[in-house]
DNA sequence: TGGCGTACGCAAACCGGTTTGGGTGAACTG
DNA sequence: CAGTTCACCCAAACCGGTTTGCGTACGCCA
């Protein structure tokens, strides 16, 4: 089994040097007809295919883009993944994907190895790490487009929804329904996206003139499991409650599997939201109301955003784009 | 804004060699503690960390394995994906991500692309390309694992799923509770997991004494729409069944669909199995009656086969790995 | 025939690390 | 005191491409 072909093999063919070989394959400077000839039938008789390496480092870029993100098995990272493909894939890009479980540590380590390995631009969704560690993580050489609507100083562009306008809106569904004792289902405080919204729930009910009342403000995280767990213990301690609104869609599936568990019927007796529209929301049982987080949208977003600081074409402050969500009216509210 | 610290720059402040610097970090070769100490502290004034392009170069290697799977989107592969990364990653490797669509010229490209970018491994599910074309397309130098009951020739390990038994299985819980228009809805014929699963229900039915009616085997896709409008289709067309087996829960999903829309119902007129064990076939109504596919597990037996590949610690022939997949019965059959 | 411009090919430098092979001085040995 | 051994460090080669700068051959023109 012989090793693979280096340009000098194909050189050597073609009779000419590893410059003309260079030159001829990537036209950056004039070949004569006939020596592009030996050397492209030279490199169909090797099987020829430059050594990506030794490209990369030449030219200090990989063609690369790394996507960091809480989870890969959230329905919601793995579709916005696809948009980024889809839209860099054409320029020869390709996007390697970290899953940091939410871990601060390994938040650190996998943007502080992407920016080693060169990665030509980086998307994040962090969970806990805050922006300023960010910033001394990946450095000013990396462009980097931040989903979700991280807090400043950002380092880059940022991409979001705006979830706070799309969860008042939601809270308003169910206040327009005559429902009154609304609580909201989110993540630990200050961690991930949860804040945000529940700013969005607390704009709604204060526009109504309805106070916020702690008690209705369940803090779990963003796992079925957990918001489950959470939603059935505040049901055991007695919540009075006919209306839940959740940080996102897995959370609302626990909220459903707890309200069944303690017999309460959706949506008749409480009515339940969720945010991010995946696919298993429409599978639930009621199907689930929530909003669309427009998951496809953000990735090609991203994608573009990337292509141009990577290519120049775009420079200057950071922008902030907004994806506005929207609310589906299903079954469940 | 200064250029990322080179090795140089360690070996000028600590005043030693460049080689003195990369012994010390690397420790293959020994240093006095004194010279150590010296890089040690020049590489933290600095923030030093090593360039990987040019590591990746020299030692021709990457710490990275290439995942090509046809679709991201289905929850299938993430999971896979999470029991890849959660698998390697304390040996410093990463994994790239490939979604191919089941596009031939895309798994073509992907694999070929990987290759010249000398991942280390390779983990490949495949739609449309044949066994041999990824001889072609991979060479021997780079480990595999083909995931998936490819066909041979392999060039590399394999693991797979004893689907043929587990359909069979799950066929014979259908006629068990005396279900005998048993249908099999699968993806095109001869491309993915279909042919195989097929095979098994086939098994069954020829066990059981039932011969195969080849009006009962329907062909479509593996997408939930793909299969709700060919059932449709099929019951239209006055197909008589009282139970289906699907190739996968997507699927499966797809066929609850068409039968809600036919006004049958789910167990009682007609029985439905599906395939993985996603996590939307617990969300469903009813609730999808399965075989657990194990995802996470191949995917850490495809991360440890890899490992063990690449660091020579396994060689010799190809082996062949089968993690048995086991039937879930929920409400649907 | 001499002068000049253009087209094209090549040697060498470069990207930034790791590894090899040789050299030096100190400690140890007989 | 000469001969070894050992611990340590360094210069140079190397990975495999791309790019720079220069040299040469040739055509054109006066």
Redesign the pocket.
Known sequence: MPPRP???DVADIAG?????V??A??G?????D??KAKVIAAVKELDYR??Q???N????RTQTIAFVMPDITNPFYPMVARGVQDTIRDAGYQVVVCSTDGDPVREAAFLSDMVSRAVDGLIIDLFRTPAHAVEALVGKHTPAVMLGPMKAPPIGDRVHGDDRVSVAEATRHLLRSGRTRIAFAGGPPGIGPGGIRQSGYEDALLGAGVAVDRKLVISADYTRDGVRVAVEAALADGLDVDGIVCANDLGAIGALDALRAHGRSVPDDVAVIGFDDIDAAALVHPALTTIDNRAYEKGTVCGRLLLQRISGELDGPFRDIIVPGSLVVRDSA
Do not use: D, F
């Open positions: 280096r340009i000098a000419v040097s590893r410059t003309t260079s030159h394959l990537s950056r400077r004039p070949v004569s006939e020596a430059a050594n390496l030794a490209v480092l030449r030219l200090q």
